[in-house]
């Protein structure tokens, strides 16, 4: 079975100032990476994702996340943080071939003025 | 289209009553997952329905859970008796199918007192 750590809870910046967030799953197959946004009140919503070819792969606001396999990484960058990117991220992780989502804890990403 | 549709938003209701979530999932998904979120427990997969087909049903809590999937455009999440510790924000979402990323509802936040 698959499983996915984040191994920060909440990680504070101030804004303008470089992130990364970690990731790290446990997987002996092909694996497919997600990272997942929450804003306050809101549902999830997909920001960026492996699938395959390219390990560096960016989302349309800044982010970027690189698929490290010998490591099992796919932490997620941002170099340099606005106020708006205050929110829960969540990293998530699905078999290849498979459906079902395991997603981690999660990292509150606090952006401080 | 809309987006994956969860009604009601919130719902209050007293211990020992019944509770039905509903959700309608982007029409053409092939897979709904419902989950629940807390702040100790987090994100919880509760079921999830391939071509209206429950899957994997191993996160429901206990009997007193159930969720159905009458045809592709509808599923429901039912409580019964419900519990204070079932008070939670409870998030539907759908997906293509084939390991694709999930398209998340708004929630519902359920309170039950």
């Known amino acids: 079975a698959q499983s996915v750590t984040q191994l920060d809870s909440q990680v504070p910046v101030f804004e303008e100032a470089p992130v990364e967030l970690r990731c790290n799953y446990s997987s002996s197959v092909s694996v497919y990476l997600f990272w997942y946004v929450q804003y306050p009140n809101q549902g999830l919503q997909l920001l960026l994702k492996?699938?395959?070819?390219?390990?560096l792969v960016e989302s349309i606001n800044g982010f970027e996340a690189e698929f490290n396999k010998s490591q099992t990484s796919f932490h997620l960058r941002k170099p340099s943080v606005h106020i708006s990117d205050t929110a829960e991220y969540f990293c998530a992780v699905i078999l290849v071939g498979y459906q079902k989502v395991t997603f981690g804890t999660g990292t509150k990403l606090q952006v401080i003025p | 289209d809309a987006g994956v549709i969860q009604s009601p938003r919130h719902e209050v209701t007293e211990m020992g009553q019944e509770v039905t979530l509903r959700c309608k999932p982007i029409s053409g998904h092939n897979s709904l997952f419902w989950y629940r979120q807390t702040m100790m427990r987090g994100l919880e997969l509760l079921i999830y329905?391939?071509?209206?087909?429950?899957?994997?049903d191993s996160g429901m809590p206990e009997d007193r859970f159930s969720a159905k999937m009458p045809n592709a455009s509808f599923s429901t999440l039912k409580i019964q008796p419900s519990e204070p510790r079932d008070s939670a924000v409870y998030f539907c979402a759908s997906s293509p199918g084939g390991g694709d990323e999930q398209y998340f509802g708004p929630g519902t936040r359920l309170t039950v007192t």
């Open positions: 492996y699938l395959s070819g390219s390990t």
């Open positions: 329905f391939n071509n209206n087909v429950p899957i994997d």
